[in-house]
């Protein structure tokens, strides 16, 4: 199989650390990988990009898609707030030669992972502990009282699915985590140079 028809998904609960971990192996290795844009129906925030960040679509929009079979996989994932892969992002990205990397919720990656499981690394970061993730989304200081709840008690849920994924990284230490979803992806799809490599 060539590396363009790879999939390589990093999946955690929120706060856990996968959006760190994917610009790390986003910026180490951008002629080899390239990031999946998400397809939302939630607003823009101020310094977000239609096409970079997210493609925002409308609620109709995003159902008429549905319909039409245009995600590889897509969540509501709080009310009335839907996000997915369109099948068109990731042959857009196979077109230029790389692997898509995908930062997605952990229901979305399992079933990309069930329609190409010999095609697709999937990468589960796990917090250290709920109560170190709780801590994490406290920092943030974007939370109320009850979408902390919300969010740590989803996350607990989450984190129940871990063994569904081909590798499990603990995020007590970013740099040690990163380091780890770089050699696992260097096996799945070869990164490094390898020896005798001659630079041109």
Request: aromatic share 10%.
């Amino acid at each position: 199989m060539s590396e363009s028809s790879k999939i390589i998904i990093i999946t955690a609960p929120s706060g856990a650390g996968k959006t760190s971990i994917t610009r790390y192996l986003l910026n180490k290795y951008p002629e080899k990988l390239a990031f999946s844009v998400s397809a939302a129906t939630r607003s823009p925030r101020n310094y977000e990009k239609d096409g970079e960040d997210y493609y925002f679509l409308s609620l109709d929009n995003f159902k008429q898609r549905i319909q039409h079979n245009e995600f590889v996989e897509w969540e509501m994932v709080y009310e009335g707030k839907y996000y997915g892969t369109l099948r068109s992002e990731l042959r857009r990205i196979w077109q230029t030669g790389r692997t898509p990397l995908l930062d997605i919720e952990v229901k979305g990656a399992i079933h990309i992972r069930e329609q190409y499981p010999d095609s697709t690394l999937a990468l589960f970061i796990e917090p250290p502990s709920v109560d170190e993730l709780r801590r994490r989304l406290e920092m943030r200081g974007t939370e109320t009282i009850e979408s902390l709840l919300a969010r740590v008690n989803k996350a607990s849920y989450e984190i129940s699915f871990k063994h569904h994924f081909d590798q499990i990284i603990v995020n007590d230490d970013l740099n040690k985590a990163c380091r780890e979803a770089e050699e696992a992806i260097d096996r799945f799809i070869g990164l490094t140079r390898g020896p005798g490599f001659a630079a041109i």
